[in-house]
Nanobody, 121 residues
Framework: VQLQASGGGLVQSGGSLRLSCAAS????????MGWFRQAPGKEREFVAA????????YYGNSVKGRFAISRDNAKNTVYLQMNSPKPEDTAIYYC???????????????WGQGTQVTVSS
């Protein structure tokens, strides 16, 4: 499966932004999906994951209650709704696909190219 992340940009602290991850070459319903992020000089960090049918979702502690992951298998797309972002959410955001909704990025086989999110204070 090929993944294409989009929707990044500059957003003010307290605003909102929605990231999208579109899949091609295979149906997205075959995969659990995850969002990760990486800031300069930091480790890649788990943000959120969702099961194949969207029944189960998991979040990193730093985004719980502010971000929401969802998916539309008919559109072959996964979303990350970012509400009340903070400057510390600034990073490159990546979507990834795997056979399970792991928190560990090393378990994900397929990756999108990343989209930059910058949160201004």
């Amino acid at each position: 499966v090929q993944l294409q992340a989009s929707g990044g940009g500059l957003v003010q602290s307290g605003g909102s932004l929605r990231l999208s991850c579109a899949a091609s070459r295979n149906t997205i319903s075959n995969y659990a999906m995850g969002w990760f992020r990486q800031a300069p000089g930091k480790e890649r960090e788990f943000v959120a994951a969702i099961s194949r049918m969207g029944i189960d979702t998991y979040y990193g502690n730093s985004v719980k209650g502010r971000f929401a992951i969802s998916r539309d298998n008919a559109k072959n797309t996964v979303y990350l709704q970012m509400n009340s972002p903070k400057p510390e959410d600034t990073a490159i955001y990546y979507c990834a696909a795997s056979n399970w909704y792991y928190r560990d990025y090393e378990q994900y086989e397929y990756w999108g190219q990343g989209t930059q999110v910058t949160v201004s204070s």
